[in-house]
Nanobody, 114 residues
Framework: QVQLVESGGGLVQPGGSLRLSCAASGLTSHFGGIGWFRQAPGKEREGVSSMDLRDGKIYYVDSVKGRFTMSRDNAKNAVILQMNNLKPEDTAVYYC???????WGQGTQVTVSS
């Protein structure tokens, strides 16, 4: 059974940085990928970035390209989302999930505000 636990969120000023972590246990070859998602108040959940677990290719939504970097920490069985030059519109609850999806975790709140 896959367990996903997100952490690393917080309050940061515009232009600041945060590093999110998704501790993933129970991943098997059944899962082809893993991604980061976010849901802002009153909006639909959207995909932010994704990683193909077979070839390591990473994809980003246009709004975060050049600012966010997704990586994998094999030693900790985690995927990382390094977020730089944060903007108020990045404010949301951030989640990770697999492809195909499993149950959603609690997420981690990111608030960008001065």
């Amino acid at each position: 059974q896959v367990q996903l636990v997100e952490s690393g969120g917080g309050l940061v000023q515009p232009g600041g940085s945060l590093r999110l972590s998704c501790a993933a246990s129970g991943l098997t070859s059944h899962f082809g990928g893993i991604g980061w998602f976010r849901q802002a108040p009153g909006k639909e959940r959207e995909g932010v970035s994704s990683m193909d677990l077979r070839d390591g290719k990473i994809y980003y939504v246009d709004s975060v390209k050049g600012r966010f970097t997704m990586s994998r920490d094999n030693a900790k069985n985690a995927v990382i989302l390094q977020m730089n030059n944060l903007k108020p519109e990045d404010t949301a609850v951030y989640y990770c999930n697999t492809f195909p999806p499993t149950s959603w975790g609690q997420g981690t709140q990111v608030t960008v505000s001065s």
